[in-house]
């Protein structure tokens, strides 16, 4: 979880490529959804991006992520959860999680967005308006995303191990 550019999709192809997690993404699936492909702009909180389809989006993670646990599988869900409600939705329907926040500096995240070329719609206003109605967890591990590839990961191994997720392939 976390803000726009803050690095939640660094991590959880981390955890993908890494650790053999499934991803679950939030943009894909809202742009699925939607039948659509292109990037959309439209004002925060608008179109896709409104709380009845941000709720839409969030179930179908979730019942994605529930079946492949049912499965066996270690599932990460690439999303920002900026309100309570969708961190509750998660913790009710898919019982003992993990809730990870990707940090990183203003300015770096800045210049992510100015930079992104992939699936999301953010861009540095979304980021702010974000960050106006972002209301903070209280059960989360920080991950400053400002650090190398096999800095992460190694964090990422010893949160896992921390968490009895040793099960999780170690990484090479």
Request: net charge negative; glycine share 6%; no cysteine.
């Amino acid at each position: 979880m976390g803000l726009s550019g803050s690095g939640k999709s660094f991590v959880a192809r981390i955890l993908h490529e890494e650790f053999g997690f499934e991803w679950i993404r939030s943009d894909a699936i809202r742009k699925e959804l939607a039948g659509v492909r292109e990037h959309i702009k439209v004002g925060f909180g608008e179109g896709i991006y409104s709380e009845d389809w941000t709720k839409r989006v969030y179930e179908e993670m979730i019942n994605r992520a529930r079946v492949l646990k049912d499965a066996g599988k270690h599932v990460v869900i690439d999303a920002t959860f900026l309100k309570k409600w969708q961190r509750d939705m998660v913790k009710k329907e898919l019982g003992d999680v993990l809730f990870l926040m990707t940090v990183a500096d203003e300015e770096e995240i800045k210049k992510r967005l100015s930079q992104r070329e992939d699936i999301s719609d953010a861009d540095w206003n979304i980021y702010l308006r974000q960050k106006e109605v972002f209301e903070p967890p209280e059960d989360t591990i920080t991950i400053n995303t400002q650090k190398d590839r096999e800095e992460i990961k190694a964090e990422l191994w010893k949160i896992l191990q921390r968490y009895a997720l040793e099960d999780s392939p170690k990484p090479y």
